[in-house]
């Protein structure tokens, strides 16, 4: 409501008072006011706010006074209706994630025995991260549980706010705060296979390993290790069916970020007939960290003769 004289408003002095027939409160200029109570208008444009506070038609009555004697009284009839209210929930999964690694968020709507819509909103407010529904947009979403995926795309603090709103307009929010950490390999591990032929036969020698691997915040990298696994076909005996070897390499000391140069180890395995025999051959690359914590992945060698 703007109530603005039609007069020469400095001229004069000008004041007001109000009533209710029902609950509710008004504000002017942002400052609440008492009913039945003389207020001097200060300044020519006066914006009022009233927010009803209980269901039904608010007769809201202003009287406008000036120093001449002069009144004038006008009646503002305003609706209020009770807006249905309704539970929200939203529940992580898990609060502490890997970097690209999704969590999943459990949503509660209920509106009791009311029948309600309801949208959410899935806002970023600190971070970065992607949702399984648009980004501050409201999404339709049904009355009882729903599942909704989050992934955080950058480390440290990612900030969620999820805001629900029924079909009546009102709106409720929740906050979830992540903490996303890199776990991983940096960079793609390098590995490096001799292998030579002699005789009839084929061996694998010399592995060079190259690779950048980091753990979580509050942990340390203690060993890193190479397995090599080769299956064979049986017509040189079960004996060389199935090989696995283990590789070990220990840091001097336990570190979060580990850079490995040019790791050698021998493998000196026996391959028969000339690798025709040769099945299958896997290389997997593992580090463990001192929260008991393993990160393991399968690299494709780089084979020289």
Known sequence: MNIMPDY????????????????????????TLNPNTEYELISQNNIFEYTGTEQGIHNLKFIIKNSKGFSKEEIFELEYVQVPDFNFSANATSTEKDINMSDVITVVLDGGNTT????VK????DGQGTFNIPLNTYSPFQNGTSILTFTPTSVGLVKVKLTARNNYGLEKEI????TSSFFGFISPPFL????????????????????????????QITSIELEYYRRNSNSNG??????????????????QVINLTNWFNNIADFQAGNGINLLE?????????TQGNSFSQIVTPNIIF
């Not at 004069?12 to 504000?27: A, Q």
């Not at 309600?116 to 949208?119: A, P």
């Open 192 to 219: 490096v296979v001799q292998k030579s032929q002699s005789g009839c036969c084929l061996y694998a020698n010399h592995a060079t390993l190259n690779l950048q691997a980091k753990t979580r915040e509050n942990a």
């Open 122 to 125: 899935a806002e970023l407010m």
């Open 116 to 119: 309600q819509s309801f949208h």
């Open 281 to 289: 051959e896997k290389y997997t690359v593992t580090f463990f960290d």
């Open 238 to 255: 079960p004996s060389y069916a199935i090989v696995t070897k283990t590789f070990h390499y220990t840091p001097p000391s336990p570190q």
């Open 8 to 31: 020469a408003f400095s001229s004069l002095d000008t004041s007001f008072s109000f009533s209710s027939d029902k609950n509710g409160v008004l504000k002017l200029n942002g400052n």
């Open 175 to 178: 906050l979830i705060n992540y």
